[in-house]
């Protein structure tokens, strides 16, 4: 372990597209990078190509692809999205704001849900993206 805690680096995630974990453990808490949809071969939820080559980008599947990605990231530590204290969203368009609280909320309770700030960027990482999460969550003792 590092002077900064432990690293966490899935092997079944998509890898970072520089020299971070997809997670840290420091003291009590978890600090999940942020995350996307991208799947491991590189590939992305919440993107439709038709057969013309016209591409159509999904937010409330995007949403919870990242979700899920949390999910299984925090569970390698032997916690779960109710250990969530709080997420910071970053939108590429608040025009998804809606779609992205559709799906958002199947996961998240106003009572128990982490607390949230959710914030417009001019780009992400790949064009297809639409939404990137990150999260900082509890561990179970």
């Given at each position: 372990m590092s002077k900064n805690g432990e690293a966490f680096i899935l092997d079944d995630r998509a890898r970072a597209l520089a020299n971070y974990p997809h997670?840290?453990?420091?003291?009590?808490?978890?600090?999940?990078?942020?995350?996307?949809?991208?799947?491991?071969?590189n590939t992305y939820e919440g993107v439709h190509v038709d057969e013309n080559g016209k591409v159509t980008l999904?937010?409330?599947?995007?949403?919870?692809a990242v979700i899920e990605n949390?999910?299984?990231?925090?569970?390698?530590?032997g916690a779960d999205l109710e250990n969530i204290i709080d997420l910071t969203v970053f939108l590429v368009d608040m025009k998804d704001y809606n779609g992205f609280?559709?799906?958002?909320?199947?996961?998240?309770?106003?009572?128990?849900?982490p607390?949230?700030?959710?914030?417009?960027?001019?780009?992400?990482?790949n064009p297809n993206l639409l939404i990137e999460i990150k999260a900082t969550a509890l561990c179970n003792k």
């Open positions: 997670m840290r453990k420091a003291g009590d808490f978890l600090f999940v990078s942020g995350i996307s949809s991208r799947r491991p071969d999904n937010i409330e599947e995007q949403t919870r949390i999910r299984t990231i925090l569970k390698s530590a609280n559709l799906a958002y909320n199947d996961y998240f309770k106003i009572e128990t849900g607390t949230r700030t959710t914030v417009a960027v001019h780009q992400l990482p």
